[in-house]
């Protein structure tokens, strides 16, 4: 595996790329703001890689509510799939100028899968339940254009940060927290694996797992939810973790 010096992170003034930057975990973290850096204007992404080469990408920049993704369609489709596209094409581009493969990790979600039946594999069909997800294919679908990729499917949440009061006991999930996902961000940046990878902890109720961080939070079901919203939700969006964790052992043993 090659040595990595130079990191990109994109969407840094995200939550998750926030924790990335604050962990101390990464070196050479490159961190440009939209002004300089917009992956939905293909000028700026050009430009910046031409005057900052790198080794690896940690691509977080999305839009990534769900509620937002929903009423604003083409938004989603100009920053998931045609940003995401438009980073590629320039990695692909730098690739084969500095002749040298580009280590990109991309941060997906579980939303890819159908979120019904729960316990999914990398290798179950990806039928997302609504808008974000399809944008969020549509971004895979450009990533695996390349050939030092990992996509990581996951959903997150900051056990300091949990704003909502009710939780449904009827909705599960692998959500990991979001300093466990920064950690496995780390590992996975520096390990040889390519491909598809679920990450995230094991099944529980929304409830269930947000309660043991915000002892207060009351439980509900999810039809009360989705009365509130206007977008689809998953009922078990679990997910089979055990290939992780076998990329995990096999980091620990080197």
């Known amino acids: 595996m090659m040595e990595i010096k130079n990191i990109l992170l994109t969407g840094g003034t995200g939550k998750l790329g926030k ?34 080469p790198v080794d690896a990408v940690v691509h977080c920049a999305a839009l990534a509510r769900m509620g937002e993704c929903h009423q604003n369609p083409v938004k989603a489709i100009e920053t998931n799939i045609i940003g995401t596209g438009n980073l590629v094409n320039e990695i692909i581009s730098q690739e084969k100028k500095l002749q040298k493969k580009i280590r990109f990790v991309h941060i997906s979600t579980d939303g890819v899968y159908q979120g019904t039946r729960g316990h999914y594999s990398e290798e179950d069909a990806s039928i997302p339940y609504n808008r974000y997800g399809w944008s969020k294919l549509g971004a895979e679908c450009a990533v695996r254009l390349l050939n030092n990729f990992c996509i990581i499917r996951t959903s997150f949440f900051d056990p300091e940060d949990i704003k909502f009061e009710t939780s449904a006991f009827d909705a599960y999930s692998s959500k990991i927290t979001i300093h466990c996902l920064v950690r496995a961000v780390a590992k996975i940046i520096d390990s040889p694996f390519i491909g598809i990878v679920n990450i995230g902890s094991e099944r529980k109720s929304d409830y269930e797992r947000y309660k043991e961080f915000k002892p207060s939070v009351k439980p509900c079901k999810l039809s009360d939810i989705l009365k509130t919203v206007p977008f689809p939700m998953a009922k078990d969006a679990s997910m089979d973790v055990s290939l992780w964790k076998k990329i995990e052992e096999g980091l620990k043993e080197k």
């Open 19 to 52: 924790a990335i930057l604050s962990s101390g975990l990464f070196s050479s973290l490159l961190a440009p703001k939209r002004e300089i850096f917009d992956i939905t204007k293909p000028d700026t992404v050009r430009k910046f890689l031409e005057s900052n």
